[in-house]
């Protein structure tokens, strides 16, 4: 017998670490020619800080206002985390519920893809009017509602888009429902929740500083906008870059997660971030 | 006792009014090797797939070792595959050959034990970490055939295996099978569209009409066992070749020439 | 087994184009249920305040009139004369009208250079490698904490909000365009190929057709997105025109009349839902094949 597939080549570590550096070095290349430009430009065309600081003096009020920018990135974090972890629970439960109750999910279907286009953003003055302003609530219900419509609606496409051939080979086991849930529908719909739930992590720091614009207290929606009213734009954009990095942590976070859940996924490269 | 006694099944689609089965009487004894044929809607695989309780017939009744279809279906009485593999992704070959066992309760280390016969069944020792997808079509299959035979079903449906294959993968594999058969003396019901496989394999091949599906004749087949790659050169083979294309001609086959059009494939 | 798989596709399609009372008695009924959806999630509502209010549950928050008003007083509200003058819903009627402006411009040009963004990448990996994780990462920036500095940039006007419109647009139509270009299968490609075809060709003939229903799929996120783009953008530029501007304004108002921001985010969730729906349609009238099969 011959072996047509041979045990994929693992190569050496080395090997490996070596041709993702390359891969990387564009990417590199663009960040340091990105930031030469910038500095550069300043200086030539002699801009007006107010349009756009040095990205030497953005880094040097970061680094001298890391506590305050910590503090308040902290809050937010915390407020994107509460909001993520609740609207996506929500959403994977229910999902759940709806896949289970055909019917029903059918019937609420058009309902949840007309929420799913509702700018959910302009209910935030609302969280604030139900809960108490001072508190993280209304910013972590925010962030919840908007996580968690994508997450429901990715969820209930994952759980109810199996193979029918393998619900069929279940079924000739003798296998039940339950058992067809836990096989089949949970595993071929975790690719489509983590891509879900890599959305939300964005959606969720989203949610938690566009909420402090209806009022909030010492978090980074409020850093920003108040450096921007005093022009103190160094300061904003230290503010911007605190939320970037807790935003892209948010991400890479939920993507290592994912990379350990889905190693059997082929498709897990091609599927991208979208 | 009579493996699968089928008598007076009808099966019709309300959607498009189609009569996918009608009437149909069959009997398949312990150890018999039958090859379902016909062309392209003619309902071989709605056969195998009432014979399974994976559909409900509209009319007649399905036995399986004397019990009806769904209680053997309950009772793990038989293995199925696919037309195509439809292995799990998310597991590792070795964890989808397991699968049945899982189901049927079988503890860790006997269901060890068993994979790793079944992988040594199939020859395929050393690839049970591997994902399906990083295995070929072939190979895929085998884990199929695999994970069908893992709990030592008397009584294995098979639904157009081989179809997606190239021709040389498959006649391996048709050996291969016939090997599995008589080791495990099992009984299989074998759905194809190919006349030679189906006379290679099989010591009776049921030839099918289509709409309505009937059953249009059997063909014994009286080869020598144990067939090997010399079998289809025997003249013999030929002849029985010969005789089933003749049945399917009278069934209209040409007409649509899927069959005629896969035999010189 | 093949030919007889696509003879059968081409029985099933109905060639009349004239509507099957069958079709008629499912649309019926696919719209019946949504109004009965509607109404019991109304009566849901209306339940829920009820046993909140008479058992005086705090949890999650205290329920009253304003808190969570009637459904029924929130419908009122818009007939109701604002301050100025007009009535509330031609009010809100116009800060949609020029809401919607500039979501449209924000998502035309989201959509065009996210489009032309996906060509130029699809055409080198180079490129591919060096921008891509930027267009990544430039997504996981709060586009509010952004948008500030737009205003700064580009003054204080319904351009800026457009911008701003446009950075949330782009995205999904960059990612979802390259794989659509991507999506055609070898075989097509060496066709083309033996015909000698130029890259251009290529693209046109191939790539683009081939993309539509992965650049429909991303149209419809970036529909929502614009919008929700251009009333984030509008917060922070103190433009008052828009819907944007209404909710920072009944927000302030919330504890004397609360039903007007309601109606504020029922004309705002009207916004969104029609950019969708005129998506959805569009994508009727293009891709004549089957839609998105993977999202």
């Given at each position: 017998?011959?072996?047509?597939?041979e045990p994929?080549p693992s190569?050496t570590?080395?090997?490996?670490?070596r041709?993702?550096?390359v891969d990387w070095?564009?990417a590199?290349?663009?960040?340091?020619a990105?930031?030469a430009?910038?500095?550069l430009?300043?200086e030539?065309?002699?801009i007006?800080?107010?349009?756009l600081p040095k990205?030497g003096?953005?880094?040097?009020a970061?680094?001298?206002?890391?506590?305050?920018?910590?503090?308040?990135?902290?809050l937010t974090l915390?407020?994107a985390?509460?909001?993520f972890a609740?609207?996506?629970?929500?959403?994977i439960l229910?999902?759940?519920?709806?896949?289970r109750f055909r019917?029903l999910?059918e019937?609420?279907?058009?309902?949840?893809?007309?929420a799913?286009?509702?700018?959910?953003?302009?209910?935030s003055p609302?969280?604030n009017a139900?809960?108490?302003?001072?508190?993280?609530k209304?910013r972590m219900?925010?962030?919840g509602?908007?996580c968690?419509?994508p997450?429901m609606?990715?969820?209930?496409?994952?759980?109810?888009?199996?193979?029918p051939?393998?619900?069929?080979?279940?079924r000739?086991?003798?296998?039940?429902?339950?058992q067809?849930f836990r096989r089949?529908?949970?595993?071929t719909?975790l690719?489509?929740?983590f891509?879900?739930?890599?959305?939300?992590?964005?959606?969720?720091m989203?949610?938690?500083?566009?909420?402090d614009?209806f009022g909030s207290?010492g978090?980074?929606?409020?850093t920003?906008k108040?450096s921007?009213?005093?022009f103190?734009f160094?300061?904003?954009?230290?503010?911007?870059?605190m939320a970037?990095?807790?935003?892209?942590?948010?991400y890479?976070?939920?993507?290592?997660?994912?990379?350990?859940v889905?190693?059997?996924?082929?498709?897990?490269q091609?599927?991208?971030?979208? | 006792m009579t493996v699968?006694?089928?008598?007076?099944?009808?099966?019709?689609?309300p959607?498009?009014?189609?009569?996918a089965?009608?009437?149909?009487d069959?009997?398949?004894?312990?150890g018999?090797?039958v090859s379902?044929?016909?062309?392209?809607?003619?309902g071989?695989?709605?056969?195998?797939?009432?014979?399974?309780?994976?559909?409900?017939?509209?009319?007649?009744?399905?036995?399986?070792n004397g019990k009806?279809?769904?209680?053997a279906r309950l009772?793990?009485?038989?293995?199925?595959v696919f037309q195509?593999?439809?292995?799990?992704?998310?597991?590792?070959?070795?964890?989808n050959?397991?699968l049945p066992?899982?189901?049927?309760g079988?503890?860790?280390?006997?269901?060890?034990?068993?994979?790793?016969?079944?992988?040594?069944?199939?020859?395929?020792?050393?690839?049970?970490?591997?994902?399906?997808w990083q295995?070929?079509g072939g190979?895929q299959?085998?884990?199929?055939?695999?994970?069908a035979?893992a709990?030592?079903p008397a009584l294995?449906?098979m639904?157009?295996?081989?179809?997606a294959l190239?021709e040389?993968?498959?006649?391996?594999?048709n050996?291969?099978?016939l090997?599995?058969?008589?080791?495990?003396?099992?009984?299989?019901?074998?759905?194809?569209?190919?006349i030679s496989e189906a006379v290679?394999l099989s010591?009776?091949v049921?030839?099918?009409?289509?709409r309505?599906?009937?059953?249009?004749?059997?063909?014994?087949?009286d080869?020598?066992q144990?067939r090997s790659?010399?079998t289809r050169e025997d003249?013999r083979?030929?002849q029985?070749?010969?005789?089933v294309r003749?049945l399917?001609?009278?069934?209209?086959?040409?007409?649509h020439?899927s069959v005629?059009?896969?035999?010189?494939? | 087994?093949a030919?007889?798989?696509?003879?059968?596709?081409?029985?099933g399609r109905?060639?009349?184009r004239?509507l099957?009372p069958?079709?008629?008695?499912?649309?019926?009924?696919?719209?019946?249920?949504?109004?009965?959806?509607?109404?019991a999630?109304w009566g849901?509502?209306e339940?829920?305040r009820?046993v909140?209010?008479?058992?005086a549950?705090?949890?999650?928050f205290?329920?009253?009139?304003?808190?969570?008003?009637h459904?029924?007083?929130?419908?009122?509200?818009?007939g109701?004369?604002?301050?100025?003058?007009?009535?509330?819903?031609t009010?809100?009627l116009h800060a949609a009208?020029?809401?919607?402006?500039?979501?449209?411009?924000?998502?035309?040009?989201g959509?065009?250079v996210g489009?032309?963004l996906?060509?130029?990448?699809v055409h080198?990996?180079l490129?591919?490698?060096?921008?891509?994780?930027?267009i990544v990462?430039?997504q996981?920036?709060?586009i509010l904490?952004?948008a500030?500095?737009?205003?700064?940039?580009?003054?204080s006007?319904w351009q800026s909000?457009?911008?701003?419109?446009a950075?949330?647009?782009f995205?999904?139509?960059t990612?979802n365009?390259?794989?659509?270009?991507?999506s055609a299968d070898?075989a097509?490609?060496e066709?083309?190929?033996?015909?000698?075809?130029?890259?251009w060709?290529?693209l046109w003939?191939?790539?683009v057709?081939?993309?539509?229903?992965y650049?429909f799929s991303?149209?419809?996120?970036s529909?929502t997105a614009s919008?929700?783009g251009?009333i984030i953008?509008?917060?922070?530029s103190?433009?008052q025109?828009?819907?944007g501007?209404?909710?920072?304004?009944?927000n302030?108002?919330y504890?004397i009349t609360?039903?007007?921001?309601?109606?504020?985010?029922?004309?705002?969730a009207a916004?969104g839902?029609?950019?969708?729906?005129?998506?959805?349609?569009?994508?009727k009238?293009?891709v004549?094949?089957?839609?998105?099969?993977r999202?």
């Open positions: 017998m011959t072996v047509v597939a994929t190569g570590v080395l090997a490996t670490v041709t993702r550096l070095i564009p590199i290349v663009v960040f340091c990105g930031i430009v910038w500095q430009s300043i030539i065309f002699n007006q800080k107010f349009l990205p003096a953005i880094i040097s970061f680094w001298t206002q890391r506590g305050a920018l910590w503090r308040a990135g902290w915390k407020e985390l509460g909001g609740l609207g996506s629970a929500a959403g229910v999902a759940t519920v709806l896949a019917r999910g019937a609420l279907m058009p309902i949840a893809i007309a799913n286009a509702v700018p959910i953003i302009a209910f609302i969280f139900w809960f108490d302003p001072l508190s993280s209304p219900a925010t962030a509602v908007l968690f419509f997450v609606v990715n969820t209930l496409r994952g759980l109810t888009s199996v193979r051939a393998q619900v069929e080979l279940m000739s086991y003798a296998g039940g429902e339950l067809i089949v529908r949970i595993p719909a690719p489509f929740v891509s879900a739930l890599k959305v939300a992590t964005v959606l969720a989203i949610g938690a500083i566009v909420a614009y207290f978090s980074l929606g409020i920003i108040n921007v009213a005093l103190d160094e300061t904003a954009w230290a503010a911007i870059l970037s990095i807790l935003g892209v942590l948010m890479v976070a939920v993507s290592l997660v994912e990379r350990i889905l190693q059997w996924d082929p498709t897990r091609e599927r991208g971030t979208a | 699968v006694a089928i008598s007076g099944v009808t099966k019709t689609f959607k498009g009014h189609v009569t089965l009608q009437e149909i069959l009997q398949i004894e312990p018999e090797f379902l044929i016909g062309p392209s809607g003619c071989k695989s709605t056969l195998l797939r009432v014979i399974g309780d994976l559909t409900a017939p509209s009319a007649g009744t399905v036995e399986v009806s279809a769904h209680h009772d793990h009485d038989y293995g199925m195509d593999s439809v292995l799990f992704d998310w597991r590792t070959v070795a964890k050959i397991g066992l899982e189901m049927l079988f503890d860790r280390s006997r269901r060890k034990q068993r994979v790793d016969e079944m992988l040594q069944l199939v020859e395929l020792q050393g690839f049970g970490d591997h994902h399906p295995l070929s190979m299959m085998r884990v199929a055939i695999a994970r035979l709990f030592e294995l449906l639904d157009e295996p081989f179809g190239d040389m993968t498959r006649e391996r594999l050996i291969e099978l090997d599995i058969w008589r080791r495990m003396s099992s009984t299989i019901v074998f759905v194809t569209h190919s290679f010591t009776k049921v030839v099918m009409s289509p309505p599906g009937r059953v249009a004749g059997t063909v014994d087949i080869l020598p144990p790659g010399d003249p083979f030929f029985k070749v010969t005789e003749e399917l001609r009278g069934v209209g086959a040409d007409e020439g005629l059009a896969e035999e010189r494939a | 087994m030919q007889a798989g696509h003879a059968a596709a081409f029985r109905t060639p009349t004239a099957q069958a079709q008629v008695r499912a649309a019926a009924v696919r719209a019946g249920t949504v109004v009965g959806v509607l109404l999630l849901l509502w339940l829920y009820y909140w209010i008479r058992e549950w705090t949890w999650p205290p329920v009253n009139d304003t808190t969570l008003p459904i029924h007083s929130i419908f009122q509200a818009l109701q004369p604002t301050s100025q003058g007009p009535l509330l819903i009010f809100l009208w020029f809401t919607a402006k500039e979501a449209l411009v924000g998502f035309g040009l959509a065009v489009f032309a996906a060509v130029a990448l080198s990996r490129a591919q490698r060096a921008l891509l994780p930027y990462a430039s996981t920036i709060p904490a952004v500030p500095m737009v205003v700064v940039w580009l003054k006007g909000v457009a911008v701003i419109a950075y949330l647009t995205f999904p139509v990612i365009t390259l794989r659509g270009l991507q070898t097509a490609h066709l083309l190929r033996s015909y000698a075809a130029s890259r060709k290529v003939k191939l790539r057709p081939a993309s539509m229903p650049l991303a149209l419809k996120v529909a919008v929700v251009a953008g509008e917060l922070p103190s433009i025109g828009g819907l501007g209404a909710i920072l304004n009944f302030q108002y504890s609360p039903a007007d921001l309601w109606a504020t985010n029922l004309i705002a916004l839902i029609t950019f969708f729906v005129a998506v959805v349609l569009a994508e009238l293009v004549r094949r089957a839609p998105e099969q999202a």
